[in-house]
């Protein structure tokens, strides 16, 4: 009796072990997939079906949507995406939850929206993306396991001829870009503007602070262009900020700031102009290129006593190396003409100037016989004989003009 208790005790611990066992067996996430009791969809843009093309670094929304008839108990995790000149950016960690009727049965969704940025033109392929998902099960317990995304082919390109080097544009719905200008001077109240209200009155030591701020619709603040053009001046001292760079949500609508600030202490004194700034943008709502554009301003420069010096000082040093020399020249030459007799061509000019007639041909006729040993003017022998014969007559009879005066000086040659 006992024996058959015994083994009545055995079969019913077997039978509910067994029973339990089955009870508490999980299916595998491909079994829940296989049984059509998990789903995961995933497109490009919105149009499931149609082939995109798109600009360079304009972004293409790659998005994953998995569906369960339970629910998710863990985070779901999204695989990087690691594709050769695209960059992949999950700017919303989070996903978007809602709920469907498929039948009599409520689904549970999530949906992931991940942008990728194209940087060169060419065809694209979107290799399965793993997505590791928990969801409960009947049995109350979870599973945890990977599915895969399908893959997906796009095309990028240039929208322009115009666009040479797309890392110097925009691609985006919409931009803007604005500037401020700041002075630090101690007489800033008094800054005295030009008639063309561009030009402003600052002094040598004066600084100004020139801060750019781009904002971009619907991209990446790592993908924005320079701003402020790198240009260097000998009129100024340049310190550049380092670049702030923003991505901001705000509910759903995605806005990357780039700030650009830079200093200028003013070295010298005159007139000097930071430049104006032009950026192109191709806007992809009008599918049109743009330009986005800052005036540059002028500044006038005063200079300080030290400024005017450092800057002129070459020349300063030149004219009075000039001035002493040339001093020195004329002390050396009136000492050497109190000794000598001043030159014939000089005395010339003194009496053709104080007009005294018989010095003036004293002066001719006897460079005429230093010249040529002759003592008549007619007989000298000239390529313009009948002028010289003329001009040479009325010198002996009357006035003539100094230039004739000058003319004869020139023509006597050996």
Not at 77 to 105: F, K, W
Not at 109 to 133: A, C, D, M, N, Y
């Amino acid at each position: 009796m006992r024996q058959i208790s015994f083994f009545l005790f055995l079969l019913l611990s077997a039978t509910s072990f067994s029973l339990y066992a089955r009870e508490e067996a999980s299916p595998t996430l491909r079994e829940l997939v296989n049984n059509n009791k998990i789903t995961i969809t995933s497109w490009l843009n919105s149009d499931k079906n149609k082939t995109t093309t798109v600009a360079i670094n304009q972004p293409v929304i790659l998005t994953v949507d998995i569906a369960t008839p339970r629910w998710f108990t863990d985070g779901t995790v999204i695989e990087h995406i690691s594709i050769p000149n695209i960059i992949a950016q999950q700017r919303n960690l989070q996903a978007t939850n809602y709920s469907l009727m498929n039948g009599e049965q409520t689904w549970s969704h999530q949906r992931w929206e991940i942008p990728l940025f194209p940087q060169k033109s060419g065809q694209f392929t979107i290799p399965p993306i793993g997505v590791k998902v928990t969801v409960s099960v009947e049995t109350g317990k979870s599973v945890t396991g990977i599915l895969s995304t399908q893959p997906h082919r796009f095309s990028a390109q240039r929208p322009t001829s115009q666009m040479t080097n797309p890392d110097e544009w925009i691609v985006a719905p919409s931009a803007s870009l604005t500037q401020e200008w700041q002075y630090s001077s101690s007489n800033k109240s008094k800054i005295n503007k030009s008639k063309d209200d561009k030009a402003f009155q600052l002094k040598v030591g004066d600084v100004i602070t020139r801060t750019t701020t781009l904002a971009v619709s619907d991209s990446l603040a790592m993908l924005l262009p320079a701003i402020i053009p790198n240009k260097q001046m000998d009129s100024l001292q340049r310190y550049v900020v380092p670049v702030q760079l923003t991505d901001l949500n705000n509910r759903g609508n995605f806005t990357s700031i780039k700030k650009e600030s830079e200093t200028y202490i003013l070295q010298k004194g005159g007139k000097i102009t930071l430049p104006q700034i032009s950026i192109p943008f191709w806007n992809t709502t009008t599918q049109q290129p743009e330009t986005l554009f800052l005036e540059g301003k002028t500044f006038i420069v005063k200079h300080t006593l030290i400024s005017w010096l450092t800057t002129y000082w070459y020349y300063i040093a030149l004219t009075l190396i000039s001035c002493i020399t040339l001093g020195l020249l004329i002390q050396r030459t009136r000492l050497y003409y109190r000794t000598h007799p001043y030159p014939d061509f000089y005395l010339l000019c003194q009496s053709i100037y104080t007009r005294t007639w018989p010095h003036i041909r004293l002066h001719i006729y006897r460079k005429y016989v230093q010249k040529t040993e002759q003592l008549e003017l007619k007989k000298y022998k000239t390529n313009n004989k009948k002028e010289w014969n003329i001009q040479s007559e009325k010198l002996q009879t009357s006035e003539i003009s100094k230039f004739k005066v000058l003319w004869l000086w020139f023509k006597i040659k050996k």
